[in-house]
């Protein structure tokens, strides 16, 4: 059974840093995408960022690029999330979600992740920007 469990959020000021963590057992690790979405209250889960395991492969929120950055330690089953700059917009639950990579290149997910095709989604970790 695929489990994913994040950890990480936490209260912060705009401007400040938090770094996620998504940690990943009952899988091949190397042979996946993992995702990070959110989840504002009221809004739907939207993609974030996703990588690769298999080849380093990222793909970036456009209007989050250049202040989140996503990386991958196989050796740990374990995706990062590097969050700076942070805003009050970026208020929301965060979730990793994992698609097996042969399915994330035939739906594109790597352009374009969806969260439909997600699976496995851990229990989330409340990320809270004070302005």
């Known amino acids: 059974e695929v489990q994913l469990v994040e950890s990480g959020g936490g209260l912060v000021q705009a401007g400040g840093s938090l770094r996620l963590s998504c940690a990943a057992s009952g899988l091949t690790f190397d042979d996946y995408a993992i995702g990070w979405f959110r989840q504002a209250p009221g809004k739907e889960r939207e993609g974030v960022s996703c990588?690769?395991?298999?080849?380093?492969?990222?793909y970036y929120a456009p209007s989050l690029k250049g202040r989140f950055t996503i990386s991958s330690d196989n050796a740990k089953n374990t995706v990062y999330l590097q969050m700076n700059s942070l805003k009050p917009e970026d208020t929301a639950v965060y979730y990793c979600g994992a698609l097996e990579w042969a399915f994330a290149q035939a739906l594109g997910a790597m352009i374009f992740p969806d969260p439909n095709d997600f699976h496995s989604w851990g229990q989330g970790t409340q990320v809270t920007v004070s302005s």
């Open positions: 990588i690769s395991t298999s080849d380093g492969r990222t």
